[in-house]
């Protein structure tokens, strides 16, 4: 049998590994800066925490485990009745009772139900890890992927949000990616929903707007029909898509359009905080001191909706410029969402970034640094038995000085070594024969430029820092 990947999953190589490990010690770094605390999740969540949280498309999307023990005959009829009701899409105890992780942010707020007494709020928590989604495979979109999330709990002030923003745009000012961080209120679509007398089809009317630089503006108008929506509230929604301009701009057509909604006035005011705090006033003015990342890359666009159910204040998504990919971040508000798991009044808010689609972008636009391709910093030639023991004691030595260096295992043709080393993007070479060993010292070979030098054992450690 041929091996074969499910797919939507993929290998990962060394070379991959250590691009990868980029991104996320630069996330992750950045995240500690803020004062993010880490925090792992299991893979495996009951299917009760999950359903319902992500809309119903969204539940579609995750990956159900079948329970241990159906192979028990005493148990096989029922399983095969009970089986037509999972394939229908509804759930059945008997046949599943946990599923994959579909993001990071439920089961985040699964911890901070079962722990409410016993941590500090504000809460400040990071989170990198795989998660799980049945969707159909494409160019930055898997179905194991990594999420690497930063969440805020326990406090309502909006400097949370501001520096969520700020995060963002330091990791991809880090990363050397240029981005719009596009922020927009659930409120203000809330707002819209309530002037187009459709409060009950808030969410299709979301999902539809969501869809919109996917199918362009004639499809969201039809299903916007399809849903029952009047011909007046489907022309209203046209124009709240249609708002363009500036950020201040677009912040006074908007109060025009939803202004007479209490809802959208909270959502506006949000807004304008968030901006404020950026100083973000469309003259790429940033903060007296120069020091805010995020203030001339935020932009409002109300037409981002990101259909996730539990988001109530500030949702955000970023886009990397110059390249064609879906959005490589995206977050939000959400003031109640261990309210699913009884614990009320515990808002939050968080962010997330996509490391996969990160990768494609750097892999793209060549943004990954030379280096990263080198695991071994040296390598020692293996020129016999003697030699190798000698040799083996100095690779240790450096080993315990942090150097990277590998002994060749085999005493073969220098040209094989060399071939290794090459392959490897390995920097330097050290040949010790029965000369060197006399002596005590070693030849030094930089196999870039092919400079070549003679270094006392006593000196190589110093020599290769």
């Not at 998504?317 to 995206?330: D, L, P, W």
Request: aromatic share 10%.
């Amino acid at each position: 049998m041929k091996p074969t990947l499910p797919q939507g999953t993929r290998d990962f190589a060394a070379e991959t590994l250590h691009k990868r490990r980029f991104i996320i010690d630069t996330i992750k770094e950045t995240f500690e800066l803020y004062g993010f605390e880490p925090l792992e999740t299991p893979s495996l969540e009951n299917l009760e925490t999950l359903m319902g949280k992500y809309g119903d498309e969204g539940d579609k999307l995750i990956f159900k485990i079948l329970n241990n023990g159906l192979d028990n005959p005493s148990k096989r009829e029922n399983v095969i009745k009970e089986f037509e009701h999972i394939l229908s899409g509804k759930n059945n105890k008997n046949i599943t009772e946990r599923a994959l992780r579909y993001d990071l942010t439920i089961p985040f707020a699964r911890f901070m139900a079962m722990n409410q007494g016993k941590l500090t709020l504000p809460f400040k928590r990071y989170q990198i890890q795989p998660v799980w989604r049945a969707d159909r495979p494409q160019k930055g979109r898997y179905r194991e992927f990594m999420q690497c999330d930063a969440d805020v709990a326990g406090t309502y002030s909006l400097i949370s949000d501001v520096e969520l923003a700020e995060i963002y745009a330091d990791v991809f000012e880090k990363l050397k990616i240029d981005v719009e961080i596009k922020i927009n209120s659930r409120k203000i679509l809330y707002a819209l929903a309530e002037v187009c007398d459709s409060i009950d089809n808030m969410t299709a009317i979301t999902i539809a707007i969501d869809k919109l630089e996917k199918v362009g503006i004639e499809k969201v108008k039809e299903e916007l029909k399809a849903t029952g929506l009047s011909e007046k509230s489907i022309s209203i929604i046209e124009n709240y898509i249609n708002i363009q301009g500036s950020n201040s701009e677009k912040l006074e057509k908007i109060e025009v359009l939803i202004g007479a909604s209490e809802t959208g006035k909270k959502g506006i005011e949000e807004l304008k905080s968030i901006l404020d705090f950026l100083k973000n006033d469309d003259s790429k003015e940033t903060a007296p001191d120069g020091i805010s990342q995020a203030g001339n890359k935020v932009i409002l666009d109300f037409t981002l909706a990101r259909g996730l159910n539990y988001y109530t204040g500030t949702i955000y998504e970023v886009k990397a410029k110059n390249v064609q990919m879906g959005s490589i971040g995206g977050g939000g508000r959400y003031d109640d969402l261990t309210g699913l798991f009884g614990v009320p009044n515990m808002p939050g808010v968080g962010i997330s970034f996509g490391l996969d689609r990160i990768y494609d972008v750097m892999e793209e636009l060549k943004l990954f640094p030379e280096e990263l391709n080198r695991a071994t910093e040296v390598l020692f030639f293996n020129l016999g038995e003697k030699e190798s023991k000698h040799a083996f004691y100095l690779v240790q030595k450096l080993r315990h000085k942090n150097i990277s260096c590998e002994l060749f295992y085999e005493n073969v043709k220098l040209d094989k070594q060399f071939k290794y080393a090459t392959k490897k993007n390995i920097s330097f070479a050290v040949i010790i024969g029965s000369k060197e060993m006399e002596e005590k010292n070693c030849i030094v070979k930089n196999l870039a430029t092919g400079e070549q030098k003679i270094v006392t054992e006593n000196e190589l450690a110093d020599f290769f820092k």
